[in-house]
């Protein structure tokens, strides 16, 4: 179909940036992004294919600044979009709505930036004060947004995908089909994946396990109507492939030392070194059965060796893969009406 993005993406690293992401809302991280986003708005390519991919990417990338902060939930991110793409293609939604709804995948915890260390890396069992603070995440997560000319395209999915069909949700307690569809499917997927993905206080659960808790808790949790559509992905193993990954056919490997999930990214190759940026340790990565293994070399990562770097390779084919079927015509509609209803931060 003649219109629609085909447009590489090139993307720089920007290491010395992520360096930044454990700042608190007002901090460097947040004026990148503003950085970003204005630089965007004003470009003088607003209504080209380019354009359009660079706008994707600056929001994929701050979205990565979150899951950068903490070492245990390395992939998360773009398992959330895979499982939403996939649950949208099951529920017949057509190429456009399925990009839409993997990329509210990818985005949904873009708020998580705005919440302190102490909290969202904490080992133990949250008080009631510092859960009230996590769910002001989603809230967080649109007003970054506020001015970005692709802000309402995500806002359903960054704003309300921890809402339940029986209102007891949250930011808004919404219920039933006051809940849009994006956040129905992004919470499920959301869910599934915080349950079969080790934690420090606990290892992941089963496959079967998590399906269980999906299926005992349809219509008060979950939507009904997409939780089954989900257990029958999971019970004909079209799931599979992404558990336990962090991106196409790269499994998640743990450290061995103290148990968060080493970062291999699509672009490592043998002999490569890699870092615990928890314990330090360092690790050269070793082929074996046609999967690259991280084996401890006994030395240590020094400062510049533990700075997140941020994963070009996988964010550039996030956007390509999440943007393809959306026709141009829709992004040069959210430029030109883009959401102005709350003031940027």
């Given at each position: 179909?003649?219109?629609?993005l085909?447009?590489?993406?090139?993307?720089?690293?920007?290491?010395?940036?992520?360096?930044q992401?454990?700042?608190?809302?007002?901090?460097?991280?947040?004026?990148?992004?503003?950085?970003?986003?204005?630089?965007?708005?004003?470009?003088?390519?607003?209504?080209?294919?380019?354009?359009?991919?660079?706008?994707?990417?600056?929001l994929?990338?701050?979205?990565?600044?979150?899951?950068?902060?903490?070492?245990?939930?390395?992939g998360?991110?773009?398992?959330?979009?895979?499982?939403?793409?996939?649950?949208?293609?099951?529920?017949?939604?057509?190429?456009?709505?399925?990009a839409?709804?993997?990329?509210?995948?990818?985005?949904?915890?873009?708020?998580k930036?705005?919440?302190?260390?102490s909290?969202?890396?904490?080992?133990?069992?949250?008080?009631?004060?510092?859960?009230?603070?996590?769910?002001?995440?989603?809230?967080l997560?649109?007003?970054?947004?506020?001015?970005?000319?692709?802000?309402?395209?995500?806002?359903?999915?960054?704003?309300?995908?921890?809402?339940?069909?029986?209102?007891?949700?949250?930011?808004?307690?919404?219920?039933?089909?006051?809940i849009?569809?994006v956040?129905?499917?992004?919470?499920?997927?959301?869910?599934?994946?915080?349950?079969?993905?080790?934690?420090p206080?606990?290892?992941?659960?089963?496959?079967?396990?998590?399906?269980?808790?999906?299926?005992?808790?349809?219509?008060?949790?979950?939507?009904?109507?997409?939780?089954?559509?989900?257990?029958?992905?999971?019970?004909?193993?079209?799931?599979?492939?992404i558990?336990a990954?962090?991106?196409?056919?790269?499994?998640?490997?743990?450290c061995?030392?103290?148990?968060?999930?080493?970062?291999?990214?699509?672009?490592?190759?043998?002999?490569?070194?890699i870092?615990?940026?928890?314990?330090?340790?360092?690790?050269?990565?070793?082929?074996?059965?046609?999967?690259?293994?991280?084996?401890?070399?006994?030395?240590?990562?020094?400062?510049s060796?533990?700075?997140?770097?941020?994963?070009?390779?996988?964010?550039?084919?996030?956007?390509?893969?999440?943007?393809?079927?959306?026709?141009?015509?829709?992004?040069?509609?959210?430029?030109?009406?883009g959401?102005?209803?709350?003031?940027?931060?």
């Amino acid at each position: 179909m003649p219109g629609r993005l085909k447009q590489t993406v090139m993307i720089r690293p920007l290491k010395r940036q992520t360096k930044q992401v454990n700042t608190p809302v007002e901090g460097n991280a947040m004026n990148l992004f503003q950085q970003l986003r204005q630089s965007l708005i004003h470009s003088p390519e607003k209504r080209t294919e380019k354009y359009a991919s660079q706008m994707m990417a600056s929001l994929l990338t701050m979205a990565w600044f979150v899951e950068a902060r903490d070492p245990y939930t390395g992939g998360h991110l773009w398992r959330v979009s895979r499982y939403a793409r996939l649950l949208a293609e099951k529920a017949g939604e057509n190429a456009a709505e399925t990009a839409m709804i993997s990329l509210g995948g990818f985005l949904h915890d873009l708020g998580k930036i705005a919440i302190p260390d102490s909290i969202l890396r904490k080992t133990g069992p949250l008080t009631d004060e510092e859960y009230d603070i996590i769910k002001t995440h989603p809230d967080l997560g649109y007003r970054m947004l506020a001015g970005h000319p692709m802000a309402r395209l995500v806002k359903d999915a960054i704003v309300a995908h921890h809402e339940r069909p029986d209102g007891r949700g949250y930011p808004k307690k919404l219920a039933q089909e006051e809940i849009p569809k994006v956040a129905k499917i992004v919470g499920i997927c959301d869910a599934f994946d915080a349950m079969t993905s080790h934690r420090p206080y606990r290892a992941g659960m089963p496959k079967e396990k998590a399906l269980s808790i999906i299926r005992e808790n349809m219509d008060s949790q979950f939507d009904i109507y997409y939780a089954d559509l989900f257990l029958q992905l999971g019970e004909e193993g079209v799931l599979d492939h992404i558990i336990a990954h962090s991106d196409e056919g790269i499994p998640l490997r743990d450290c061995p030392m103290c148990g968060p999930t080493l970062v291999i990214r699509r672009e490592h190759q043998e002999n490569d070194h890699i870092y615990c940026r928890n314990c330090t340790g360092e690790f050269v990565l070793k082929l074996q059965d046609g999967l690259l293994q991280p084996e401890p070399t006994g030395g240590q990562g020094q400062a510049s060796d533990l700075e997140p770097e941020l994963d070009t390779g996988l964010i550039a084919a996030t956007v390509q893969q999440s943007v393809a079927d959306l026709p141009v015509e829709l992004f040069t509609r959210y430029i030109d009406h883009g959401d102005s209803s709350i003031p940027i931060p």
